[in-house]
């Protein structure tokens, strides 16, 4: 499968810490990007981050990619309760053709 | 709101009967993806059609079938229904061409098959 695996698949913080999550892809991308779901609901983009590039911010939020390991992150700083949810990345191998991961479920603790 | 509409928001149907979801994308965008997500499997990468012609197929089953009218709507067909078709469908869409854009994803569809 071409899918990406994120790890943790689960992760419970406190308010206020901070959340990590990766992400690990089979083969070669044009970019990686990520989302959010809160529960049941339509998935909401966050942050693209291209083959050519290594690191990108978004508010809280920054995204690692190393093309040499077919990896990225995603850093919540801060985090909040509002930040529960389920994360997850897509690569986009073949052009318009996205492939996502299993998902990282991340609670945030009030 | 992401500006994607879906219909219905909920279906629940027999086995072996056929639905037809529809899709509403953004104003402005030109690409439509669909998606299954269930639980065993994921989220699932279907089909994209980018102005009303298929563009990437991804994971469809024969028995399921789309296609993207003049108004840039999009409806997917699933037919010959099994239990195993129960998930959810999220239709996205995009400005689409030749740049990457990101996806603004519907509220989806809860197919059940009884």
């Known amino acids: 499968s071409q899918q990406g695996e994120e790890d943790p698949q689960a992760l419970s913080i406190q308010e206020g810490e901070n959340a990590t999550m990766n992400c690990s892809y089979k083969t070669s991308i044009n970019n990686l990007q990520w989302y959010r779901q809160n529960s049941g609901r339509g998935l909401v983009h966050l942050i693209l981050?291209?083959?050519?590039?290594r690191e990108k911010h978004s508010g809280r939020l920054r995204v690692t990619l190393d093309t040499s390991k077919k990896s990225s992150s995603l850093l919540i700083t801060a985090s909040r309760a509002a930040d529960t949810a389920s994360y997850f990345c897509?690569?986009?191998?073949?052009?318009?053709?996205?492939?996502f991961g299993t998902g990282t479920s991340l609670t945030v603790i009030p | 709101d992401s500006g994607v509409t879906q219909t219905p928001k909920h279906l629940i149907t027999a086995t072996g009967q056929r639905v037809t979801l529809r899709c509403s994308p953004r104003?402005?965008?030109?690409?439509v993806y669909w998606y299954q997500q269930s639980l065993d499997q994921g989220l699932q990468f279907l089909i994209q059609?980018?102005?009303?012609?298929?563009?990437a197929k991804g994971n469809i089953l024969e028995r399921f079938s789309a296609q993207q009218f003049p108004d840039l709507h999009s409806e997917l067909n699933l037919s010959s229904l099994e239990l195993g078709d129960s998930a959810l469908y999220f239709c996205?869409?995009?400005?689409?061409?030749?740049?990457?854009?990101?996806?603004?994803f519907g509220p989806g569809t809860r197919l059940t098959v009884t």
């Open positions: 996205a869409s995009s400005k689409g061409g030749v740049t990457v854009s990101e996806q603004y």
């Open positions: 104003s402005g965008d030109l690409s």
């Open positions: 897509a690569t986009d191998v073949a052009g318009n053709q996205f492939y």
């Open positions: 981050i291209r083959s050519n590039e």
């Open positions: 059609y980018y102005n009303g012609e298929e563009r």
